[in-house]
């Protein structure tokens, strides 16, 4: 099985980099006070409209965009727990509905998300059309699904949709250049299930930057998303999860501090100390 997991992380991994691809020339180019689209979309994106079918699940309208097919019916029967999930960490203050679509060919998928041929394993991605974190705006979201998500186990078909649904939960929370190990990490933290001994890796001495987010290798892409999903799980156990929340807000909210300047703000400890500590608490040793 750590085969399939392996495969799995680099389909959650893959998920997001359309956003952080767009968002790096954009967040050159564009005001941060003016609306930047923050993602590739459909280059003339089909927005809801009131004939698409919608429901209500949660307190919160899910919209399926395109052609409803079993996988919009399957993402319908596992939003619910997404939905109870995120609002656990994050709270109830993010957008009301949920925008759900099925790419009907891997073709279409990589048109839809602007991913390109790196689209041919990846799962599902949150996309955005404009985002304005400076004034917590985040238009034309939606969690675009490729058929290959088809082919997942319900856990992980579940971990992958939890993990797209924060992002489009705190799209408009997230500056376009959040460090990724933030936004992976506590994604990731919010998703995925405790590790257990086999996909536990050695704390490393840093944590992730962008170009690991970036590596084309999967072995090494799933390193990077281990490391900031196990980091975020550290500070969680340690000073909580609603500080994991704060310290999110901080590093990743727009006009972001560096990641050392928001480590000591929100937990009055240096990264330097933070990541001794964690190199002790995952030996097992007191930190
Ligand atoms: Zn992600």
New binding site residues.
């Given amino acids: 099985m750590i085969r399939r997991r392996r495969r799995i992380r680099v389909l ?1 991994a893959a ?2 980099l359309a956003t952080a691809a767009a968002a790096v020339p954009l967040t050159n180019t564009s005001p941060a006070t003016q609306p930047t689209p923050a993602h590739a979309g459909p280059a003339q994106p089909a927005p809801a409209t009131s004939a698409e079918p919608r429901v209500i699940v949660g307190g919160r309208e899910i919209v399926v965009a395109g052609t409803p097919n079993a996988l919009t019916d399957r993402a319908g029967a596992h939003l619910p727990a997404a939905i109870a999930t995120v609002e656990r960490f994050w709270g109830p203050d993010w957008p009301r509905q949920i925008v759900v679509q099925a790419a009907p060919s891997d073709t279409a998928f990589a048109e839809l998300t602007r991913i390109g041929p790196d689209a041919e394993h990846i799962a599902a991605a949150a996309v955005a059309e404009w985002v304005d974190p400076s004034h917590g705006i985040a238009v034309g979201q939606r969690i675009v699904l490729a058929p290959g998500a088809s082919a997942l186990t319900d856990d992980d078909f579940q971990l992958v949709l939890t ?2 649904l924060f ?1 489009y939960a705190t799209r408009a929370d997230t500056a376009l250049d959040a460090p990724r190990w933030v ?2 990490g506590v ?1 990731d933290y919010v998703a995925r299930p405790a590790p257990t001994v086999s996909t536990t890796p050695t704390a490393p001495d840093r944590l992730p930057e962008d170009a690991d987010f970036a590596a084309t290798e999967p072995a090494e892409l799933s390193v990077g998303y281990d490391r900031a999903w196990l980091f975020a799980r550290f500070i969680a156990q340690r000073y909580g999860s609603d500080r994991l929340r704060e310290l999110y807000r901080r590093a990743a909210g727009p006009g972001h501090p560096d990641t050392a300047t928001a480590l000591t703000e929100t937990l009055g400890a240096d990264e330097d100390q933070l990541l001794a500590d964690w190199r002790a608490h995952a030996s097992g040793q007191p930190g």
Avoid: K
């Fill in positions: 959650a998920v997001c993990h797209e992002h936004q992976e994604a």
